[in-house]
């Protein structure tokens, strides 16, 4: 049998020192291997899988729309599957966030999005806007200018030459903040930090502040105050500075709403999403736009210059469509938002355990900090490699999570990160608190004996 790991295949993997197990089939919050093994996919691969695994009727609606057509060129012709879906996005977002632009991934969407903001200030008449201010800790993506936006060390250090300097905005981070959240005054937490840099910077040189509503792996499921999007929304608006939402990760429903901003009642200039519009049966995000910042560029130069060829991309569209469609008959983000506090009631347990530092998130989104001193939350030493162990002690497990490093100070800070399936049911949230707690004992068993 074939091993699947480097340098045994013909594919060259994302991890060259693994051993992949081979999934072939995949039912609800399931993943099945090639061995007969079973794995409880507790973070919907990378915060992607809202629906869950194996729905046949989305396959069907993509394998419909192939066979009548597949392609056509975004700048020649339109189709039904494009004009449907921007139509369902623009009746979800919130605010006047009326058209959709289509891409593949949620790097290139944060990529256009900033673009965009860059070409509405040209064609407004107003150059000098170009600076795009950013938080730490935050994550846009890999691509250069995504890049470029994400705190996020150890992806950005070999680059670091060919990333454009972004000013940075401290991340509201109640857990790692001195103020421990409880602080209105506190500079990060409140907003005013984003205030500070743009008259720091200078408004007439700002295009756009972005930032992720409910922090995803930068902060690890990190739920600001209800005052701070109201209040950056009122600091961008009164400098002129487009406020660009990246919900990539925390869109779709996966915080219990469709939007992570509507429990802030705040509307974003530019509105970012990925992952779960597509559930992950196709590579698809969009940008969300008001006619305000459109119409610019309509009496301007006439286009927004950016052309990627998969763009508005129909079995994608149809992919989007039929998640949408399904998520609505199934009242799936009704369901995510009324299983969250059983789901939240069920990890605060964890909290109690040694070297959990923090149980947070809303929806069915959560974050669990790894630290190794509880009362000063000092992290592990990166050598450690603790979310990782503890990652790959879940898989042994039966357990996939999402483990994220560096978020305590750009270097040091492991973190695990849950986000199942919005049809996850009671006895597969106990089978994860039970598998959770078996990883973590192993984990600090293992790092112990190593130090
Ligand atoms: N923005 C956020 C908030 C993300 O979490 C991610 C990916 O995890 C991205 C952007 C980049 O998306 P993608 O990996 O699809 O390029």
Partial sequence: MTEHSYPHSHVFYRKLRRTFPLIVRGEGCYLYDSA???????????????IGHGVAAIGDAMARQAARVAYVNGTA??????????????????????LAYFLGSGSEAVEAALKLARQYWVERGRP??????????????????????SAREHYRVLYRDWLVPMPRVPAPYPYRCSCRGQGRLCAACSGDALEA?????????????????????????SVPDPAYWPRVREICSRHDVLFVADEVLSGAGRTGTWSALEPYHVTPDLLVMG??????????SAILAPRRIVDVIAEGSGGFLHAQTFSHHPVCCAAGLAVLDYLDRHDLVGRCARIAPMFHAALEPLRALPHVGDVRGRGLLAGIE???DKDTGAPFPRAAHFAESFADAALEAGLVVWPNVGQADGTNGDLALLAPPFTIKAHDIATLVTRFRLALESTVAAVMSRS
């Fill in 36 to 50: 007969g093994r079973s794995y409880l996919d507790a973070c919907g691969g990378a915060f992607v899988v809202n």
């Fill in 275 to 284: 992952k779960g519009i597509a559930s992950g049966y196709a590579p698809l």
């Fill in 197 to 221: 840099a743009i008259r720091q910077e200078g408004a007439d040189s700002v295009a756009a502040f972005i930032g992720e509503p409910i922090g995803g792996s930068s902060t690890g499921a």
């Fill in 77 to 98: 012709f339109t189709h039904e599957p494009v004009e449907a879906l921007a139509a369902a996005l623009a009746s979800r977002a919130p605010g006047d966030l009326e």
């Fill in 128 to 149: 000098t806007k170009h600076k795009i201010l950013a938080l730490v800790p935050s994550y846009h993506g890999n691509t250069l200018l995504a890049l470029s936006a």
């Fill in 370 to 372: 790894f630290v190794d």
